[in-house]
């Protein structure tokens, strides 16, 4: 969303080289004349346009470049749409080898529950095996 910003000249009270629109007034301090900018982003990066020292004027200014904003919403609701897709064709891509860790993690433990019996049929370490399944997590893993 646009906004406006004021660039204040090195010898303005207020100290600072930029203030919000709001804060470029004299009750707030300001003892220059800003130069108002039009605050957007473009492509990803913060873009400043001068539009003069009239405040007035750099209302009209900031409602056009809205309206701009607005104009352009087609094309950049595909583009967001394209990001959301790869992203979403990303998150799946990974997500596939997460899975995988998840149950190279955790299937020795609950396949260990599952094979208590089986595995531990006849064998010295059964009780202890059932007691406490991931004990069998390392063998298993091994
Ligand atoms: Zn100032």
Sequence with gaps: MASLQARHS???N???PWTTFAEATKQKGCTCTPLYHV???RDGRLVREPVGHNRKEAERALDARRGDVARRAYRVLDDVR???WADRWLAGFTGKQNTRR??????P????????HP???GNSNSSLSSRNPSALAP???G
């Design 82 to 84: 394209f990001d959301d």
């Design 14 to 16: 207020l100290g600072r």
């Design 39 to 41: 605050v957007l982003r």
């Design 109 to 116: 433990v609950g396949g260990a529950d599952r094979l208590a």
């Design 10 to 12: 090195r010898s303005c």
């Design 119 to 121: 595995v531990g049929a």
């Design 139 to 141: 063998l298993l893993l």
């Design 102 to 107: 998840v149950y190279e993690d955790t299937l």
